[in-house]
């Protein structure tokens, strides 16, 4: 594509997610379809791999019922998101207090058994934050899931696998590294501007050597984050990464640091740079069709610093909401498509086959399975 009609792309797609989830814009997503803008998917379909896929971007949460030990900040329990994330999960508040947070473990377990496409998927723990001595900061952690929690539900269910979280400023923080490997971690999940850890700070220079002597790959967010009340976004800048790729740490970068800039620089642009440095870095495409990103997905798989070195993932539960729709892609799929996607009854399924249709090469369904530490 010349420069000036990479230009006109990219300021239609800045125009379409300013329309965001409106009426008005998916009138006009139809009408450009409409009127001749049909683009088709950014890159030829592939068959999807005959080997099982891992979705590798799984989150759960929980209100600490039935001794979970889990954790929801009374600002985000009572933000309008985080009823939308229960229903995204098919569990309401009145079930998992009667129940216990362990069923929607169970509610997932259960989902995914019944995906034709994906066999086995990552549920994502998330530590805290922690004050000046080390400890969990309940002022300041708006969302907390335990390892043990996590780990316990993975071995009562086969097809979740356990992604620990460990805040790296923990004085316990190697020991817990190990209980998790022990425990049957297949990588280590950090969301830096939420758990406000600083990856280029030298000090966490031990956890990542012990990272490498474990074979347990980072996975961090990377770019802007939005699903919380606050966030330190200049946490999870890319650049920040530069210490542990340095160190020899498996990274991946979750979400390809889509949205967000510093120094004037696009996320996404400073996560490409480091990509011609350091082949121990990935990332995945967990959240890359949703509406406020539109245009992503089509940049990862042109851009040739991303190809070969991307993941699936899905993002569960961000898939099964509105936020995410066969129907916002009326330039990339035909209505048929988009009539069919839109009435698979699995979220799993429902987003594979969307990636699929939208060119997301086999590789890349298929490369979780290979890149995830095997306890």
């Known amino acids: ?211 490498v002597e474990l074979r347990l790959p980072l996975l961090t967010h990377t770019g802007a984050e939005k699903s919380f009340t606050r966030s330190a976004d200049e946490l999870a800048d890319p650049a920040r990464l530069e210490l542990p790729l340095r160190l020899g740490v498996t990274v991946i970068a979750a979400h390809v640091a889509t949205t967000g800039e510093h120094a004037g620089e696009r996320d996404i642009d400073r996560l490409a740079r480091l990509m011609g440095a350091h082949t121990n870095l990935w990332a995945d495409i967990s959240s890359l069709t949703q509406l406020n990103k539109l245009g992503y997905l089509g940049e990862v798989l042109r851009r040739p610093e991303f190809t070969g070195r991307l993941l699936y993932g899905s993002d569960v539960p961000l898939i099964n909401m509105p936020l995410v729709s066969p129907w916002y892609f009326p330039l990339n799929l035909r209505l048929g498509d988009m009539r069919r996607l839109a009435a698979l009854p699995n979220p799993w399924d429902r987003d594979v086959e969307l990636k699929q249709a939208l060119g997301v090469p086999a590789e890349v369904f298929a490369r979780p399975a290979a890149l995830i530490r095997r306890p």
């Open 1 to 211: 594509m010349s420069p000036s009609g990479e230009r006109r792309r990219r300021g239609l797609i800045r125009w379409l997610r300013r329309l965001g989830l409106s009426a008005t814009g998916l009138v006009a997503l139809l009408a450009l379809a409409r009127w001749g803008f049909f683009a088709g998917p950014h890159r030829p379909v592939e068959p999807l791999p005959a080997t099982p896929i891992v979705d590798m971007h799984c989150h759960v949460a929980g209100l600490g019922f039935g001794g979970s030990g889990c954790f929801v900040s009374p600002a985000l329990r009572d933000n309008w998101r985080f009823g939308s994330y229960l229903r995204a999960f098919g569990v309401s508040r009145a079930e998992v207090e009667r129940a216990g947070d362990d069923l929607l473990l169970a509610r997932l377990a259960a989902r995914l058994a019944e995906s034709r496409h994906v066999q086995q998927a990552v549920i994502l723990a998330l530590d805290g934050v922690v004050d000046a001595a080390g400890n969990l900061d309940t002022n300041r952690t708006e969302f907390y899931v335990p390892n043990e929690f996590v780990a316990t539900a993975c071995r009562r269910h086969p097809n979740l696998l356990f992604g620990a979280s460990i805040n790296p400023y923990r004085p316990d923080a190697l020991a817990r590294l190990d209980w998790a490997a022990t425990n049957g971690a297949v990588l280590v999940k950090w969301l830096p501007s939420i758990q406000i850890i600083d990856p280029a700070d030298p000090r966490l220079e031990p956890f990542y050597r012990r990272l």
